[in-house]
C-alpha cells in the first residue's frame, strides 16, 4: 500500500504527492496523510471552489 500526503499551492489548488517524494515546486503539505483514497477523500471535503485563489478574489471584487 502507498502512502500519500494531500500538497496546496499558492492558488489554493489541492493534489496528492507520493508521501516519501519532495513536493514540487510551489506546493507545501496540507496536512493530511494516509491512503490515496483517505487524501482524495480530504480534498473532496475541502475544496468546495475548484477556481484559482486570483479568479475567486476577482469575483468577489466585482460583487462588492
Not at 502507498?2 to 496536512?31: C, F, H, M, T
Not at 493530511?32 to 468577489?60: F, N
Amino acid at each position: 500500500m502507498s502512502a500519500y500526503k494531500v500538497v496546496l499551492n499558492d492558488e489554493e489548488q489541492y493534489s496528492i504527492w507520493p508521501l516519501l517524494r519532495d513536493n514540487p515546486p510551489g506546493w507545501r503539505d496540507e496536512g493530511t496523510r494516509g491512503t490515496r483514497e483517505e487524501c482524495l477523500d480530504r480534498i473532496e471535503a475541502v475544496w468546495t471552489d475548484m477556481r484559482p485563489l486570483g479568479v475567486r478574489r476577482r469575483a468577489s471584487a466585482l460583487v462588492a
